[in-house]
């Protein structure tokens, strides 16, 4: 039988509602583009809300030394120099910019003594740069564009899940999707498709990621036949919380550090000090993670297997004011006061830095009229993301993929999407709810965070990943049977099956990334390879799917010009240069 | 074996439906929504609950326990040590299923609020003292919890004439913005009805952020009202002034 069901045509279909597809919707609809955006969960409820410590942006105004260059120089260094250069160029040029646009759309951010916005110290930054409101910029930030959103003819469905993207010949064409509420589909036809639906973590149990983090948009278009890129790269946050065990890997904004917080090992040791001497505490986040990793192996992590933060020299008021949220948090999951006592914190998924592969200008993939943005998105940050060039990231890189997929729509007709195709993902998504016999999608997630904690964690190694290859494999076949009970209303269970048919698509290219690149470098770390090697700094490891399966190639990472290379020759971040040569 | 509690679920829709007892092993810290999940995983795969971060910053596991509004994420089960937990939906907002509430309503009316109109272009110069107060304001996790509470809405269920204390702070942030130039007072007195509001604060006692809602932000409101609705002369010089 023939399911009815909505069908709506736009220029630009936006999918995922977090910084990043908001932005882009805006972008978009000021463009004059016909614009929707589709959100698994209620409008400005997106992972966005849980950014914390500040967005990164050059904007010089506690460190006037800052400026672009610097902001770029330490993108790259963090990401050790696997990223896009010209995504880093553009993200560092375009950020103070996207900063103060959100202030003239009404973010109020803290302020410096002069009246300006204030700017905090953040790992690996050289100078003090995010832009922050307490420790809930990630707030500020979303409610700001949902506001923005508001006041422009841009159509926003909620709690609404897309399940697979359709295509006309070569380009996208659009996305079937099906509303939380009820259950019924609708069809989205689009001259352009703006994927923008965040990372994966959810993949692993330990994380600071919401449930939404399934990787939900990168799966549909590498099934629609987009490059994936640096799947491999996985963030481990160095302060997740460690206890009660629900509250396991909730965030610990790098915020306590940026203000203060000192690290400890159970014997008293401030052991960033053998890690990194010059940083300590502020070094990149892959090396403080390891850091306490390495200290927990060793014997010295603390009672839940992890390190102490220390922030109470700095006192209660200071506390209360600059992390009010952490202070909150503690307090009430925890029962501990942060201003008063220590606190235990251990690594805990964060970020994906691989996934889809985009244009750095124009944020467009390989697949004509489909464009990537944000976490979901490859390039900018390579091997290590840098805390707070994720909300600058969505800011850019939503901006120009809203630009860029306007434009597309522009010089196009409105593609078919054929029925057929239509008619068969209806009935493979309502499979799960007619088998009277299948797996149980919440263990079947369940069993997918342990392949992936055994497998792909914070210590990689060849046999390892190859064994956790096959077993992921073996899940994703599984997946294909799952079981949901009960009725299409609201449906969490039933919700899940795709989640975890998503998850197993994309943990399955983390091992197989991860496998490739032999070597250790950034968050990739391999105890077989446990070097940076020269060679594997010039390629990234790229996926496609096609009808044999999937194919990995590499591709040579884009070499700099010579006024860029420029800057890490002289072993000095550029402001610190130009100071010297000033004096 | 692990000590258990028990929670009494709704399980329904707007059609109607019943609490549903449920066992759980509990776990040190545990938290309502993580007794949820645990529901989900082994009894019923398809109840039905709103939640995003689980960490209390995004709002959207809003629900009753034992009849108070609350964050699930944020709620621990010792603190019903010996109770049976009963959870229920938010009653001022039509259910969809289970603990699901359909909010659309304040979404509707956060849309017909006039946007931000700065006076000057960015970067403002702002001191934090100027900024404080709508910083607490913005505070807001659209929980809704302070909408469900609210006895205009909810027990007397007069959404066509007061838009709610949500709605009151969302206006409040733009109308103490000191850059500005936009004007809600009419909106206010008229559609918004901040007149509605009998200053029982139980808003403010439900908000898990903590926002001064009723004393910080509707009071000032209600007599920015007052001046341009009694005092009009005063109103028009306060208003050229802003």
Same mark, same amino acid.
């Given at each position: ?9 736009y ?9 990043a ?7 978009a ?19 966005t809300v ?20 610097t ?33 003239y759309w009404?973010?109020?951010?803290d ?53 697979r ?14 509303y ?18 965040g ?26 036949g987009?490059?994936?890129?640096d ?25 306590v550090r !940026?203000?203060?917080? $000192?690290?400890?090992?159970?014997? @008293?040791?401030? #052991?960033?000090? *053998?890690?990194? %001497?010059?940083?300590? =505490? ?22 839940? !297997?992890?390190?102490? $933060?220390?922030?109470?020299?700095? @006192?209660?008021? #200071?506390?209360? *004011?600059?992390? %009010?949220?952490?202070? =909150? ?26 996934? $889809? ?7 467009a ?9 944000? =976490? ?28 860029a ?22 009935e ?11 797996e ?30 096959g077993?992921?494999q073996?899940?994703r ?36 990334s ?6 250790s ?21 790229v ?41 | 074996?692990p ?33 949820i ?18 960490a209390?910053?995004c ?38 299923k ?32 100027d ?38 702070i ?12 936009g ?5 206010l007195h ?53």
């Open positions: 039988m023939t399911e009815e069901m909505e069908r709506h045509d220029d630009v279909l936006v999918i995922g509602a977090g910084g597809g908001l932005r882009a919707a805006i972008e609809a000021e463009g004059g583009a016909r614009t929707a955006v589709l959100g698994k969960s209620l409008l400005g409820k997106a992972h849980m950014a914390e410590g500040g967005v990164a942006a050059a904007l010089g105004n506690v460190d006037p030394l800052d400026g672009w260059e902001h770029f120089y330490d993108t790259m260094r963090s990401a050790h120099f696997i990223n896009d250069y010209r995504m880093a160029e553009i993200h560092a040029k375009e950020s103070p910019d996207r900063v103060l646009e959100l202030e009404g973010a109020v951010f302020r410096t003594p002069e009246g300006r916005i204030m700017q905090r110290p953040f790992g690996a930054h050289t100078f003090r740069r995010l832009a922050h409101v307490g420790d809930r910029t990630g707030k500020e930030l979303i409610r700001t564009l949902e506001q923005k959103l508001m006041t422009l003819d841009v159509d926003s469905y909620q709690e609404i899940t897309a399940t993207l359709f295509k006309d010949g070569d380009r996208i064409a659009g996305c079937l999707a099906y939380r509420d009820d259950g019924r589909f609708a069809l989205f036809t689009a001259k352009a498709v703006v994927i923008a639906t990372g994966w973590g959810k993949a692993y149990k330990v994380t600071s990621n919401s449930w939404e983090s399934t990787g939900d948009g990168a799966a549909l278009a590498f099934r629609a987009a490059d994936l890129a799947m491999e790269m996985v963030q481990f946050h160095p302060t997740g919380m460690t206890w009660p065990p629900g509250a396991r890997g909730i965030l610990v904004t790098e915020g !940026g203000e203060g917080g $000192l690290l400890f090992n159970s014997e @008293g040791e401030r #052991f960033m000090e *053998r890690y990194d %001497p010059a940083r300590k =505490e502020l070094s990149s986040r892959d090396v403080v993670s390891r850091g306490i990793y390495k200290e927990v192996q060793a014997g010295r992590g603390t009672p839940h !297997g992890g390190a102490w $933060l220390d922030i109470t020299h700095k @006192g209660a008021a #200071f506390i209360k *004011r600059k992390l %009010p949220g952490m202070y =909150e948090q503690l307090l009430s999951l925890a029962d501990i006061d942060i201003t008063k006592s220590r606190f235990e914190v251990a690594p805990t998924i964060h970020y994906t830095m691989g996934g $889809l592969r985009a244009a750095p200008d124009t944020a993939t390989n697949v004509p009229g489909l464009y990537a943005a944000g =976490e979901c998105a490859a390039g900018l940050h390579g091997a290590n993301r840098l805390g707070g060039n994720s909300l600058s990231d969505i800011l850019v890189f939503g901006r120009r993929a809203g630009s997929a306007a434009e597309f729509a522009k010089n196009q007709a409105l593609p078919r999407i054929d029925d057929a195709e239509v008619q068969a993902e209806v493979r998504v309502l499979a799960p709810l007619a088998r009277s016999e299948g149980n999608p919440y263990k079947l997630h369940e069993e997918l965070q342990d392949i992936m904690a055994a497998h792909a964690g914070i210590e990689r190694n060849g046999p390892s990943l190859e064994k956790g290859l077993r992921m073996e899940l076949e599984r997946a294909e049977h799952q079981r949901a009970t009960g009725s299409r209303r609201f449906n969490p269970g039933w919700h899940g099956v795709f989640d975890v048919q998503n998850m197993a698509l994309l943990g399955e290219a983390i091992l197989r991860a496998i490739a690149r032999k070597e470098r950034g968050a990739q770390w391999r105890t077989d390879f446990p070097e940076e090697l020269e060679a594997e700094g010039k390629v990234n490891y996926q496609r799917m096609t009808e044999q399966g999937v194919e990995l190639r590499t591709e040579p990472v884009p070499q700099m010009p010579e006024d860029l290379a420029a800057f890490f020759t002289r072993g000095v971040a550029p402001g610190l240069a130009n100071a010297a040569k000033k004096e | 074996m000590e258990e509690i028990t929670l009494s679920v709704f399980r329904g829709d707007e059609s109607g439906g019943q609490e549903v007892e449920y066992k759980v092993p509990v776990e040190t810290g545990m938290v309502v929504l993580d007794a999940h645990y529901i989900q995983a082994h009894d019923a795969p398809d109840l039905a609950v709103r939640w995003n971060c689980k209390a910053h709002g959207s596991c809003s629900a009753e326990i034992n009849g108070s509004p609350k964050l699930l994420c944020k709620t621990r089960v010792d603190d019903y040590a010996g109770e049976v937990i009963h959870v229920r939906p938010m009653r001022t907002f039509p259910v969809i289970d603990l699901v509430a359909d909010v659309s309503w304040n979404y509707e009316k956060l849309r017909q609020v006039p946007a931000f109109q700065p006076a000057i272009k960015a970067p403002f110069t702002l001191q934090q003292r900024v404080d107060r709508i910083e607490e304001f913005r505070n807001c996790i659209e929980c809704f919890l302070c909408q469900n509470v609210c006895h205009v809405l909810r027990d007397h269920d007069a959404k066509d004439r007061y838009w709610g204390p949500r709605l009151m969302r206006i409040a942030e733009l109308q103490m913005h000191p850059l500005d130039t004007d809600r007072l009419e909106l008229e559609a918004a009805g901040v007149g509605m509001c009998n200053i029982t604060k139980c808003c403010s006692d439900v908000c898990p952020q903590g926002i001064n809602i009723t004393d910080n932000g509707i009071i000032p409101l209600k007599e920015r009202v007052a001046d341009l609705h009694w005092d009009p002369l005063g109103g028009i010089v306060r208003r050229m002034h802003k």
